[in-house]
């Protein structure tokens, strides 16, 4: 896509990221029944756990709403370089960006909705997505460790298949993470020269110099972005962000706990937050979209093996209060974001009309007055305006 198409219907999202969630809706409630109907639990059985349970786990699922927004917001405004951003329309990007992220196989695609948005106040591209990918980074530290605790608690009753999986699906994560986190932070990617050379064979040489060009801007603005994190100044923005992320997942522990202890089994907060994110490591699996299915047995198989109790209505309880509710919930603004963002331009594309400069050399090593082109991309054009100062400083020592 080159710097002036659009999608056609106006949608922030690609109609293929739509059906994943349209299929993620089905899906995941298909599940639910079927798991309701081989398990035998009946509607009296919901029943009797009460609906004020029911509501009361099903509200406390919704306050983690609140949370994220609060925390993308000190997220937001702690790595973007304008201390003076828009903020306009944040809590319904958020919300909106979870919804895609609880219907679609990967749970990082809501990163894409939110980079979307950022880029649409003037975020450099690189940065905006970086923004996005911190938030998923923190949520993955906090509880990939949460996780680890809950496998060495499983791995103590003695339920050492369960634990040994939860504790390896939740280092792997962990490690695959960090290692997406610093090879950016400590080196600047280097796009390799010989995907220019395919593209321009797939697609013309046009149009693959600009796209190439603006692989090259995008990451090294989203090394930029990421060196800047692990300075001292961001040190308080990332320490109110994992304060804000605790708080969530104990907020999701909060709703278990209501329910395991309306259906007999009297454990603590803590201990059910545990069970929560221990079984949240495994449904970050890419096996069903939402962890449909994979969530319900492996809270079964936790509560059976560390706890000795069984109880099916109180898991499909516990899931109906803290996903379906919640797909309900997101899904409704999620409908509002798309019908207030489909046909409206960003406000980059109201104030700064985009300026192409074209190459007139073969040889040229400049775009602009200060902007310098890798060696080999002749015949194309480039917005100017996609450089920060800085960026523009590295990408002529990067060239």
Not at 85 to 99: H, K, N, Q, W, Y
Not at 203 to 219: D, F, K, Q
Request: charged share 15%.
């Amino acid at each position: 896509m080159n710097a002036t198409e659009k999608p056609t219907d106006g949608s922030p999202l690609p109609k293929s990221v739509l059906k994943w969630a349209a299929a993620g809706l089905v899906l995941s409630s298909a599940v639910v029944i079927a798991i309701t109907i081989f398990s035998g639990v009946t509607l009296s059985d919901l029943a009797k756990l009460g609906y004020l349970t029911f509501g009361l786990a099903a509200a406390v699922s919704a306050c983690r709403l609140l949370v994220q927004i609060a925390r993308f917001r000190v997220v937001t405004t702690g790595l973007s370089s304008d201390t003076k951003m828009d903020l306009t329309g944040l809590p319904i990007t958020r919300v909106a960006s979870e919804f895609v992220s609880e219907s679609t196989p990967a749970t990082s695609m809501g990163v894409f909705l939110r980079t979307s948005w950022l880029a649409g106040k003037g975020v450099d591209g690189g940065r905006a997505l970086w923004i996005g990918y911190f938030e998923v980074l923190i949520e993955i530290y906090v509880g990939g460790g949460l996780a680890l605790i809950a496998a060495a608690y499983a791995l103590s009753r003695g339920s050492v298949a369960l634990g040994s999986s939860i504790a390896v699906i939740a280092t792997v994560l962990i490690v695959g993470y960090t290692l997406v986190f610093v090879i950016p932070a400590v080196k600047i990617i280097k796009v390799p020269h010989r995907v220019f050379g395919i593209m321009s064979r797939l697609i013309g040489g046009p149009r693959a110099t600009a796209l190439y060009l603006r692989a090259v801007v995008g990451s090294l603005n989203f090394s930029l972005a990421a060196r800047a994190i692990v300075s001292r100044r961001t040190l308080p923005m990332v320490v109110k962000a994992v304060l804000l992320t605790l708080l969530e997942d104990f907020l999701e522990g909060a709703a278990l706990w209501l329910v395991l202890n309306a259906a007999g089994l009297k454990i603590d907060l803590v201990s059910a937050t545990l069970a929560a994110y221990g079984v949240a490591a495994v449904a970050q699996l890419p096996i069903t979209i939402g962890g449909a299915g994979v969530t319900e047995l492996t809270m079964q198989a936790y509560l059976v093996s560390v706890y000795g109790f069984s109880s099916w209505a109180a898991v499909v309880l516990w899931r109906i209060a803290t996903y379906q509710v919640m797909l309900a919930v997101t899904g409704i603004v999620f409908m509002v974001y798309l019908r207030k963002n489909a046909h409206r331009p960003s406000k980059v594309e109201e104030k700064v009309p985009l300026e192409v400069v074209p190459v007139v050399s073969p040889n040229a090593r400049s775009l602009g007055n200060s902007q310098a082109l890798p060696s080999g991309l002749d015949g194309a054009e480039a917005p100017a305006s996609s450089l920060s100062d800085d960026s523009r400083n590295r990408l002529s020592r990067q060239t």
